[in-house]
């Protein structure tokens, strides 16, 4: 397993844009695909965007297509999700986390981070 902690949410206006960060422990990042899932109070944990162990190969939810971008550096360890044109909607606590299979389901990912806070005002 790796270890992760994410960093970069905060209080937006509609309309604006954060870049979150995920830095990961240990020498074998580059072995694990990862997610990013959000969680919006009384609300379940959704998926948002999975990313390939080179980056090359990407894909998002419906619902932020468009609109976020995953992408990763292998060599600083860190995955990232730059999210554009926010709207209220996407208020919710941003985990990323680590898997060794491509899916967009929670279960399959076995490392997860503690969440940054993303908060839209309207």
């Known amino acids: 397993q790796v270890q992760l902690v994410e960093s970069g949410g905060g209080l937006v206006q509609t309309g604006g844009s954060l870049r979150l960060s995920c830095a990961a422990s240990?020498?074998?990042?580059?072995?694990?695909?990862m997610g990013w899932f959000r969680q919006a109070p009384g609300k379940e944990r959704e998926f948002v965007a999975h990313?390939?162990?080179?980056?090359?190969?990407?894909y998002y939810a419906d619902s932020v297509k468009g609109r976020f971008t995953i992408s990763r550096d292998n060599a600083a360890n860190t995955v990232y999700l730059q999210i554009d044109s926010l709207k209220p909607e996407d208020t919710a606590v941003y985990y990323c986390?680590?898997?060794?299979?491509?899916?967009?389901?929670?279960?399959?990912?076995?490392?997860w981070g503690r969440g940054t806070q993303v908060t839209v005002s309207s």
């Open positions: 986390a680590a898997s060794r299979f491509v899916s967009t389901a929670f279960t399959a990912y076995d490392s």
């Open positions: 990313i390939s162990r080179s980056g090359s190969t990407t």
């Open positions: 240990g020498r074998t990042f580059s072995s694990y695909r």
